[in-house]
C-alpha cells in the first residue's frame, strides 16, 4: 500500500508567541517548531496501515530546511521516505496545490491513500485537506475519528455536531484526522539513531497564485477587571444597568 502523509510544523504551545515588527507574522527566533498535532494522529494511522497491509509511507511537508528536524522525527516514528519541498506557496490554496503536484510527481500518480490532520494549530483553517482531495481527484473524508478497513474499502468515522458520521468507500481516498483516531506512538531509540542516515529528497516547486493574504496580525484585546459584588441583587442591577444584558 502506498501512503502518503502531509505534515506541517508549528509553534510548540509552550512557546511564548511574539509579533514580527510587520505584524505580518510571527517571530521565529527561539520557538520550538513540532509536527502539528493533528498530523501526528495522520502519521500514526498512516503506520498502522503500513504495518497491517504492508508498504510504504512518505510523508511530504513545505518549508525550508528547518523543517528537516521534525521530518526525522517521522522517521524515526516509522516512516520509509521524506520529501521536504521547497516552495514559497503561504495560504490553504497553494500550498494544496504544490502538495498535490509533489504527491504524484513522487508516486506516479495518486497513492492509496492521502493522511493530514484537520488542520494546523497555527493557522486553524481546515482548508488544505479537502483542496487537496479535489486536485486529486480523490474522494475525502474529514474530521476522523475511527477507520476499519480490510485494505480494499474502508468504513470510516467521522466527527459531526452531536455525533458522528460513518462513511463507506474504497480505495484510494484522503482522510483529515481528528484528535481520538488513535493515540501517536513515541519513538524509541532504534528509530531515532536510524532516522540520522536517512535521507530526505527535496523538491523545489514555483508556488501557485495565493487566493487570501495575512494583512494584520493583532494580540487579543486585554480583558478588563471582573467586579465582585456582595449580593444577587446587586449583580442584577449592575447586569440591567451596565451590561444591559438583562
Known amino acids: 500500500m502506498k501512503i502518503a502523509v502531509c505534515i ?12 514580527s515588527p510587520d505584524g505580518k507574522g ?17 502519521l500514526e494511522e498512516g503506520l498502522k496501515l503500513k504495518e497491517k497491509f504492508g508498504g510504504t509511507v512518505t ?6 530546511d528547518s523543517f528537516q528536524t521534525n521530518l ?25 496545490h504544490v502538495l ?11 497513492p492509496d491513500t492521502v493522511l493530514l490532520g484537520k488542520e494546523s494549530t ?14 486529486l481527484n480523490l474522494p475525502a473524508v474529514t474530521v476522523v475519528v475511527k477507520i476499519e478497513t ?12 452531536g455525533g458522528s458520521e460513518v462513511v463507506e468507500l474504497t480505495f484510494p481516498f484522503l482522510v483529515t484526522a481528528q484528535k481520538g483516531l488513535n493515540i501517536p506512538r513515541v519513538a524509541n531509540m532504534k528509530g531515532i539513531m536510524m532516522a540520522k542516515n536517512k535521507p530526505i529528497e527535496s523538491l523545489s516547486l514555483g508556488s501557485h497564485p495565493a487566493k487570501s493574504a495575512s494583512i494584520q496580525l493583532e494580540k487579543p ?18 447586569l440591567r444597568n451596565e451590561a444591559k444584558v438583562i
Open 8 to 19: 506541517n510544523q508549528v509553534p510548540d504551545t509552550a512557546s511564548r508567541i511574539t509579533i
Open 59 to 64: 510523508v511530504f511537508s513545505i518549508g525550508d
Open 26 to 42: 510571527i517571530e521565529k527566533q527561539g520557538i520550538n517548531f513540532v509536527i502539528n498535532p493533528y498530523d501526528e494522529y495522520a
Open 122 to 135: 497555527d493557522h486553524n483553517d481546515a482548508q488544505v485537506g479537502p483542496m487537496l482531495a479535489e486536485l
Open 221 to 238: 484585546a486585554q480583558k478588563s477587571a471582573g467586579k465582585l459584588f456582595s449580593t444577587s441583587a446587586e449583580l442584577v442591577q449592575a
Open 150 to 161: 480490510d485494505g480494499t474499502s474502508a468504513k470510516i468515522w467521522r466527527e459531526i455536531e
Open 100 to 110: 498535490s503536484e509533489s504527491i504524484q510527481k513522487h508516486f506516479g500518480g495518486n
Open 72 to 96: 526525522r522525527k517521522a522517521f524515526a516514528l516509522g516512516a520509509d521516505h521524506a520529501v521536504l519541498i521547497k516552495s514559497e506557496a503561504n495560504d490553504a490554496s497553494s500550498i494544496a
